[in-house]
């Protein structure tokens, strides 16, 4: 589920719209969206995660959430972090990214030392934020497009670029190429580990994502393809670049609390509060979009 | 004669570059006005969805008038649904509809899901002015009574009726809630030919489904 919540992404292909009266509008982030032309195949692969991450991996995530206390799952997550600096570094090296990479050097020689192996986060409260990086990202700021989007049973939605990036990192990792004795069980205990402490850092955002309810392989998407986008720009959006709002001028909506479901369906309550005016005069300013691209 | 390298000198070394990437940027054209809206506003609405002395209703209440002041619901409307809001523009009637629906939707999402984040504290700590006086992005802290402290940045308008929050992005990379919702939607409408009507009936009856869950939860 790596990058789910790290979530939360934006693909290449602007996917035509698919009906005659579609138009382009201010905003419409979509221009730049969803690149899924093997959604059947995605959504089959969907199922099958699905029904592992119930059967296995959720409960699993749970009762690690039960059987541990808060302060060791940190200790657990910052070790396994610290362990990932290495690639971190090497991908903000290869984006040019000169602060962050003394920023992952720096955090790097505290945790370790200071923070006694990794597993506690002291550079973090000496000015030292966390950040993530991986060849993925190095590929989007070097305009490689994303490519379609893919959904990989037990490891989450991700593209053809970023799968590609994520073998690229195994190969930036040096404990790929350790050699001492178990050295196999440990790579296998890491990621064994590393997806039980992901799963469980997910536990919150993914019950938020079913409790909404509607399509939950389209909420995943979404938030991946969103976040992922987000994620390669660093949190450094051009403010210029967010998408316009359309120019009305109207009073707010009477309130409905139950957006005109059937009063049997939830208790309405008597005094709803009233806004003044339901005039409406939507100014049609339909200018072009800024969305940005990707 | 060289001098060998010690491990507390490369320590050091590696230490003071990590100092160097503390250096701050440049800051962008900030809006003490913007900042000041979000830091009061933002305080009230999340307090609350915890207000211990009010009852489940008088706190939906109380929340949805405050939502409704603090975010431009119209606005988020009609963005959310991207490209197909042109037969909104045709078609007054059904813009109204539309907007109420979504509108109950949202914040029925707000009340349901930002549970936890109530009594949350709001520390503004900047913000950077997309068109000048009238657009800008603020930048918080949101500490929650549990858990870490998230950074959230505010996307606020400025009309006739004052500012409005349009769209919240949350975390360090800053994720544009609003951007993921406008994407469900889309592909909602993609695969159902633009059907409007059929999205507000799946929303109304999401909007059932969580407005049962919050008042067995109070």
């Not at chain 1, 690149?35 to 296995?56: I, K, M, T, Y």
């Not at chain 1, 409960?59 to 959430?65: H, L, N, T």
């Not at chain 1, 469980?200 to 309810?213: H, R």
């Not at chain 2, 059907?195 to 489904?209: C, K, N, P, V, Y």
Request: glycine share 8%; hydrophobic share 40%.
């Amino acid at each position: 589920m790596r990058g789910l919540v790290s979530i939360m992404v934006l693909a290449a292909c602007l996917a035509a719209p698919t009906i005659a009266s579609a138009q382009e509008a201010p905003g419409d982030v979509s221009a730049a969206a969803s690149s899924d032309p093997w959604e059947g195949f995605n959504r089959g692969l969907f199922s099958v995660h699905q029904a592992v991450d119930g059967a296995v991996l959720e409960p699993v995530a749970r009762g690690y959430r039960v059987a541990t206390p808060r302060l060791f799952r940190a200790g657990v997550s910052n070790f396994l972090r610290n362990l990932k600096s290495p690639v971190i570094f090497a991908n903000d090296v290869l984006q040019g990214e000169v602060n962050r990479a003394g920023a992952t050097v720096g955090r790097f020689a505290i945790n370790t030392t200071l923070g006694v192996a990794g597993i506690f986060d002291p550079a973090t409260s000496m000015g030292l934020e966390r950040h993530d990086e991986d060849f993925g990202q190095t590929l989007a700021v070097w305009g490689v497009p994303s490519g379609p989007y893919i959904f990989v049973p037990l490891f989450g939605p991700t593209t053809l670029r970023d799968g590609a990036g994520q073998i690229v990192d195994v190969a930036l990792d040096p404990l790929t190429y350790a050699d001492f004795d178990d050295a196999d069980t440990v790579r296998a205990a890491r990621g064994i580990i590393s997806g039980i402490a992901q799963r469980e850092a997910l536990i919150d955002q993914i019950d938020s994502f079913e409790a909404q309810g509607g399509d939950l392989y389209v909420t995943y998407r979404s938030a991946y393809e969103v976040s992922r986008e987000a994620a390669i720009q660093n949190g450094r959006v051009d403010v210029q670049d967010l998408p316009d709002f359309d120019d009305i001028d109207e009073a707010p909506v009477t309130n409905t609390p139950n957006g005109g479901a059937s009063a049997e369906a939830i208790q309405q309550q008597p005094d709803q509060i009233q806004e003044a005016g339901n005039s409406v005069a939507l100014k049609e300013a339909i200018a072009l979009p800024k969305s940005k691209q990707d | 004669m060289t001098r060998p390298v010690t491990r507390a000198t490369f320590l050091s070394g590696l230490i003071g570059l990590g100092a160097l990437a503390t250096a701050p940027d440049a800051h962008a054209a900030r809006n003490s006005d913007a900042e000041t809206y979000v830091q009061t506003n933002a305080t009230a609405a999340l307090a609350a969805l915890g207000n211990p002395n009010a009852s489940s209703t008088q706190r939906q209440q109380q929340f949805q008038r405050l939502m409704t002041q603090f975010a431009d619901m119209q606005r988020i409307a009609i963005y959310v649904v991207g490209r197909y809001r042109g037969s909104l523009v045709e078609d007054t009637a059904l813009r109204r509809e539309w907007q109420e629906t979504f509108q109950a939707f949202a914040i029925a999402t707000y009340e349901d899901q930002f549970e936890n984040m109530s009594g949350a504290a709001v520390r503004v700590v900047g913000s950077e002015e997309r068109t000048a006086g009238r657009d800008v992005v603020v930048d918080s802290q949101v500490r929650p009574p549990r858990g870490e402290p998230m950074r959230v940045q505010w996307r606020v308008l400025r009309s006739d009726n004052g500012w409005k929050v349009t769209d919240i992005a949350v975390g360090r990379d800053g994720v544009w809630l609003g951007q993921i919702q406008q994407r469900q939607f889309l592909a909602q409408l993609d695969s159902n030919r633009g059907d409007i009507r059929a999205l507000m009936t799946d929303l109304r009856g999401r909007t059932t489904t969580m407005r049962q869950r919050i008042m067995a939860r109070s």
